[in-house]
């Protein structure tokens, strides 16, 4: 199979949220570096994906950067960024305002890929289907999500949605909620805190 690289999707504008989801704290480290270190340990090289002006800032200069060609196909802008300079490799991908993601997760999406894949996927836990920001994108998906935005049709979670894709159940319930404004940080916050409590045995 194709080497397998990472990639951190961090160049959204946050707009909801009113400030840098990347650099948002949870358990005491910003969220692109969790991210990031969830990664990188799995895949040959791993890549954060950014805007053009973000390339400068304290955060993403510390780590390998792809920068998107533009910023007006949202999340998409950021995988073909990453497809076009290294078209010969499959990507694990992974939005990082996704706190709960964790290990397991990860794992199996990499225990599921096959050569007759073109994706590796998880069922959303909301809506049923494919999750594409914790996945693994093999070239041809990522050549169909290019004719897709060239069509109009900008949304990744369309070009995963064909037999190719190995659809997965999710691992970990709740691992792949994304958090996108302050109130809904405010519950992911008191979610990790209840997972921290310590467990009293009688």
């Known amino acids: ?5 990472g990639l951190v999707l961090s160049g959204g504008a946050s707009r909801r949220m009113g400030e840098d989801k990347a650099a948002l704290a949870y358990e005491g480290r910003p969220q692109l570096d969790r991210a990031f270190s969830l990664l990188a340990p799995r895949v040959a090289r791993c890549f954060v994906s950014l805007r ?15 920068t998107d060609r533009s910023d007006a196909i949202g999340p998409a802008g950021g995988l073909l960024a990453a497809h076009g300079d290294y078209p010969r490799v499959a990507w694990l991908v992974l939005a990082c305002d996704m706190p709960f993601v964790d290990a ?3 794992d199996a999406l990499i225990l599921a890929r096959r050569a007759d894949y073109t994706a590796v996927a998880f069922r959303s836990e909301h809506d049923g289907l494919p999750e594409p920001f914790c996945a693994i994108w093999e070239p041809v998906a990522l050549e169909r999500l290019s004719r897709q935005v060239a069509a109009g049709r900008v949304g990744p979670r369309h070009a995963l949605s064909d037999g190719g894709t190995c659809l997965l159940s999710p691992r970990t319930p709740g691992a792949l909620d994304n958090i996108n404004t302050p109130e809904e940080r405010r519950q992911a916050e008191n979610r990790l805190a209840r997972r921290q409590e310590p467990t009293c045995h009688g």
Do not use: K
């Open 52 to 66: 053009q002006d973000q390339a400068t800032d304290g955060l993403r200069r510390a780590y390998p950067g792809i």
């Open 1 to 5: 199979m194709r080497p397998l690289y």
């Open 104 to 106: 397991p997760t990860l």
